[in-house]
């Protein structure tokens, strides 16, 4: 997208990905270790092995600032999309964090627009303890698509009738299917019809056809597309006016992650659901957990701790071979790999063990040969190299088998009431019994300590409004929930530069009334770009009279600069604990709220007219309330010291 846009620049490479050229990669690989990459976007595999050397020693060198995981609700995902890499990321990011410098350990951040209760239960089991990562989930659930549901049992009837729907429905449109070989049977059909501006999108389409149908897809060469669920995350098209599915989504969180798919540019979009019985009982079998048995995951784990090697002096950190057979299996092969896998995951979600991580310098010692040689190995065989995983044991009765089909089982059943939970969900939205936005509400919403996750809800039309004769037309604001941790912050120069100042209460910095416009622009660059200011609150006439605001972020030390009108913090108050300056310069005269005295702030200067009245004492000037007064003058003289 940034060759397309700026042609005539030099873009660098921004994105891992299995179409880069060996000098790429390696290109790659050296700015990561030289502090020159900047961002780069890749896949959880490929951080868990080929990018790790080159990771480890920018951590080292302390050069990593986030580690942020998009699309976080996948580290919860069992069943056909199981992905490994995404939850040995927990083990990943702790080796990384103690390959850190004192005092320069990264932060990380896991979002995802669709964070249910028990995806968040998962994380904290995997990355916890949960006062180290944040997660951000803000759900605003879209009020473009409209929802339609129709039960056919009969196969061609069903046929009949999805066909009939893509002759008519708008395009560019999307059909859904869960396997495969339906996706391939649909192909076949759509083109026997005469759709010829359509491709098939699966689990096993090749990269290079993957890259292909994607750019004909976002230039608007296609008019449709035929997928499973494989077609959907990191693809962002705009105008998407139609999602059909042929078959039932395993979970209700599947369906609303696709009908997403339509209606991104605002403007409304349909939503078909067309199933079966059948496909009914099929989404019922695929939401049910893949997950181990108790006595078999204590047969692998056995099997694995046996062969073992002990990192420690107690044994409590162990390297464990993923590769090891259990003995009523006869060889390896990548099915035992993904179970020893799996097993250690069900471990570390029941509380038994943490995922950790080794330097490849360990690795690289243990073949006998030097980091550098070991780093020249191909990508290919990175995942054998990778094998051997790191697991600190947090529960001393593992080897019990009693204890450990205890707390294995209560993992599983866990597991099982929140699939239950999701099945009748599910099962509300085929009946047509209840709104669609109410279904997704119950869904998403949590009330977790530190992991709240508000939903505003939204529903363009579905088939409870129609029986009714109602609309959920009212679209509230979104609400920003969810990022409750934002770090420390270095106000020691403000200190330093007015020591007269209390940081815990408000500070008032009075202006005269003819004061210009420009010179408080001025005022709020220097409180960003000296003092780390993060948080701006002004009125919305003032931001419109002003557009420098808009570029205030670039004055900061990492660029980043929340904006809020004090029109949208009456209905929405902000909670985010930022260094903050509120500007009440177009109220003149008129009394401030007692609420912005009440702000819980590292820093808070209220900028406001002299004449302003104190808001508890409406006889004098907010100017003349006390010690905590700043001047323009001080502050100016304080800023250019």
């Not at 040969?369 to 990175?382: K, M, N, P």
Request: hydrophobic residues 40%; contains cysteine.
């Amino acid at each position: 997208m940034l060759k397309r846009r700026y042609p005539r620049r030099e873009v660098p490479a921004l994105a891992w990905h299995a179409g880069l050229r060996t000098e790429e990669r390696a290109a790659i690989k050296s700015a990561i270790r030289e502090g020159r990459q900047g961002i780069l976007y890749c896949s959880p595999e490929a951080v868990t092995s080929a990018l790790l050397p080159s990771l480890y020693d920018a951590a080292r060198a302390g050069l990593i600032s986030y580690l942020i995981v998009d699309e976080a609700h996948l580290v919860s995902q069992w069943g056909d999309g199981f992905r490994p890499a995404f939850q040995m990321l927990a083990g990943v990011r702790r080796g990384l964090l103690d390959a850190c410098p004192e005092g320069r350990r990264f932060r990380t951040l896991l979002m995802s627009a669709t964070l249910a209760p028990d995806t968040v239960e998962t994380i904290d089991a995997l990355f916890g303890p949960a006062r180290t990562v944040q997660m951000v989930a803000s759900v605003h659930l879209r009020p473009e698509p409209q929802y339609w549901v129709h039960r056919e049992d009969d196969p061609e009837d069903k046929d009949r009738k999805v066909l009939e729907l893509l002759r008519h429905a708008p395009r560019p449109f999307i059909l859904y299917v869960t396997k495969r070989s339906d996706a391939k049977r649909w192909m076949r059909l759509l083109r026997s019809e005469g759709y010829a501006r359509i491709d098939c999108f699966h689990g096993e389409t090749p990269h290079a056809d993957r890259l292909r149908i994607i750019d004909q897809w976002s230039e608007g060469g296609l008019d449709g597309i035929v997928a499973t669920s494989a077609f959907g995350v990191g693809i962002d098209k705009r105008d998407v006016r139609t999602v059909i599915h042929a078959a039932v989504p395993e979970t209700l969180d599947r369906f609303y992650q696709e009908v997403g798919r339509g209606g991104r540019d605002g403007c409304p979009s349909a939503s078909f659901l067309i199933y079966s019985r059948e496909d009914q009982e099929t989404a019922h079998q695929i939401a049910s957990p893949s997950l181990i048995s108790d006595a078999l995951a204590f047969e692998r784990w056995s099997t694995m701790y046996g062969q073992s090697a002990q990192l420690d002096t107690i044994g409590q950190l162990l390297e464990v071979d993923l590769a090891v057979v259990p003995p009523r299996l006869r060889r390896q092969s990548d099915y035992n790999e993904s179970w020893n896998m799996r097993t250690l995951i069900m471990m570390a979600r029941a509380g038994m063990l943490e995922l950790e991580s080794q330097p490849p310098s360990r690795i690289a010692q243990q073949e006998d040969e030097s980091e550098t040689a070991f780093e020249l190995r191909s990508d290919e065989h990175w995942s054998k190299y990778f094998q051997r995983t790191v697991v600190g044991m947090s529960e001393f009765g593992h080897l019990s088998r009693e204890r450990f089909e205890a707390l294995i089982g209560q993992e599983r059943q866990r597991s099982f009431d929140a699939a239950t939970e999701n099945r009748v969900l599910l099962d509300k939205l085929l009946s047509g019994s209840t709104e669609v936005s109410l279904l997704l509400d119950r869904l998403y919403r949590s009330n977790a300590p530190g992991r709240s996750v508000i939903v505003s809800r939204a529903c363009g039309g579905c088939p409870t409004h129609r029986r009714e004769g109602t609309a959920n037309t009212e679209y509230p604001a979104p609400p920003a929930y969810g990022i409750e941790q934002v770090g420390q912050f270095d106000l020691s120069l403000f200190s330093d530069r007015f020591p007269h100042l209390d940081l815990n209460q408000p500070i008032i910095l009075p202006l005269e009334d003819l004061v210009d416009e420009a010179e408080i622009v001025g005022l709020l660059r220097n409180f960003v770009a000296m003092f780390g200011v993060r948080e701006i609150a002004t009125s919305a006439s003032f931001r419109r009279r002003n557009p420098a605001l808009s570029v205030l972020h670039k004055h900061g030390e990492d660029h980043v600069l929340l904006l809020q009108t004090l029109e949208e913090e009456m209905l929405r108050p902000s909670s985010y604990e930022l260094p903050r300056v509120t500007l009440w310069t177009d109220t003149t005269g008129t009394t401030l709220p007692k609420d912005l005295f009440i702000m819980k702030r590292p820093l808070h200067v209220i900028i406001a007219s002299a004449s302003t009245p104190d808001p508890w004492n409406f006889v004098r000037r907010i100017a003349d309330t006390g010690s905590n007064v700043l001047a323009v003058d001080q502050f100016n003289l304080g800023a250019r010291l």
